[in-house]
């Protein structure tokens, strides 16, 4: 496994050089000049065109752009991830700033929708073909159907505005209770829009399960009947969705870009938003390293854990 990890690992890096490249060149193609952001109009209206060149110089925005990429990949080598256009803080400190509200929401938000999903797909399967199995089917697809911003904009209506249940915006003071309180609508919006996949995806992995010969066989030895489900249907059945809630895990860091907006939390997805508005390249690309990283690693885990759950899949 160690010799598996460490292929995966190398196998990594010309991924990252080619993904962010093409990061880097986006923002490059974006209308609009970073300098009308960094200067007031009066301002750069006075401004000559070499204090301009200057000024550009001084951030690090002139020259070509393959020229600037290669220079912030250089210093990302180093563990230098720049400093923001706008107020010239080093980019890593604002990061630690606003990444443990990002990974506070994405847990919470996890542990909804695998608790929630593996729960409601194992009862479906159970009662397969019946009222309960039915009502769960539907409610699956209208969950995978709605937006996460018309179903967070119907939440804080409902529960925020009209029956004053929870905050909008902003973590909690400190106070366990209080973060809780201020964590759960915008953790639960996000939760559940997750929810409904593992909860089909759970549900028709458990109908396989059972259907296998072990399971009858198990069944025909005359074991309890919750036995059969637990022992022998679910357990196998978990494989595959802990593969899925494995490649979910960067889809939930994406997803709290749209709730974090949508709820005014204070996390990177915030940040990242305000950070294109700006084109503030520096942050934008310090975030898009972070989103790319998640997503290789948790290839990496789901293989991992696979092998794990399952002893017939070996790594090599």
Same mark, same amino acid.
């Given at each position: 496994?160690?010799?598996?990890?460490?292929?995966?690992?190398? %196998?990594m890096i010309p991924m990252l050089i080619i993904?962010?490249? /093409?990061?880097?060149?986006? !923002? +490059? *193609?974006?209308?609009g000049d970073v300098i009308d952001?960094?200067?007031? $109009?009066?301002? /750069?209206? #006075?401004?000559?065109? #070499? +204090?301009?060149?200057?000024?550009?110089?001084?951030?690090? /925005?002139?020259?070509?752009?393959?020229?600037?990429?290669?220079?912030?990949?250089?210093?990302? =080598?180093?563990?230098?991830?720049g400093f923001s256009l706008q107020n010239n803080m080093p980019v890593s400190e604002l990061m630690m700033q606003k990444l443990p509200a990002t990974i506070e929401l994405s847990l919470a938000a996890l542990i909804i929708s695998t608790v929630l999903g593996i729960l *409601? %797909?194992?009862?479906?399967?159970?009662?397969?073909?019946?009222?309960?199995?039915n009502v769960l089917t539907v409610a699956g697809m209208i969950g995978v159907a709605i937006p996460q911003f018309l179903f967070g904009i119907f939440c804080i209506i409902l529960f925020c505005l009209q029956l004053n249940w929870f905050p909008v915006g902003q973590r909690g003071d400190g106070g366990l209770l209080s973060e809780l309180h201020h964590l759960f609508l915008p953790a639960f919006v996000l939760g559940i829009s997750?929810?409904?996949g593992v909860m089909r995806y759970s549900r028709s992995s458990m109908l396989d399960s059972m259907n296998r010969d072990y399971v009858k066989t198990a069944r025909a030895k005359?074991?309890? #009947?919750?036995?059969?489900?637990?022992?022998?249907?679910?357990? &196998?059945? =978990?494989?595959? &969705?802990? &593969?899925? !809630?494995g490649f979910r895990l960067p889809t939930l860091i994406s997803g709290a870009i749209v709730i974090e907006n949508i709820f005014q939390w204070p996390g990177v997805g915030r940040w990242f938003t305000d950070? !294109?508005?700006?084109?503030n390249t520096p942050i934008i690309m310090s975030v898009g *390293?972070? $989103?790319?990283?998640?997503?290789?690693?948790?290839? /990496?885990? &789901?293989?991992?854990?696979?092998?794990?759950?399952?002893p017939r899949v070996k790594l090599s």
């Open positions: 496994m160690l010799n598996f990890t460490l292929r995966k690992l190398i %196998g993904i962010t490249f /093409l990061i880097y060149w986006g !923002i +490059e *193609l974006m209308p952001f960094l200067i007031p $109009m009066d301002q /750069l209206a #006075e401004m000559s065109a #070499e +204090e301009i060149a200057a000024f550009k110089a001084a951030k690090g /925005l002139d020259g070509p752009m393959i020229v600037r990429y290669l220079s912030w990949l250089k210093d990302v =080598c180093t563990g230098n991830l *409601l %797909g194992v009862v479906s399967a159970l009662k397969k073909g019946k009222i309960a199995d997750q929810t409904a005359g074991l309890p #009947e919750w036995k059969v489900n637990m022992y022998h249907g679910f357990r &196998v059945a =978990c494989t595959p &969705v802990m &593969v899925l !809630i950070a !294109i508005k700006t084109q *390293l972070f $989103m790319v990283l998640m997503v290789l690693l948790s290839s /990496l885990l &789901v293989d991992v854990l696979t092998a794990v759950l399952d």
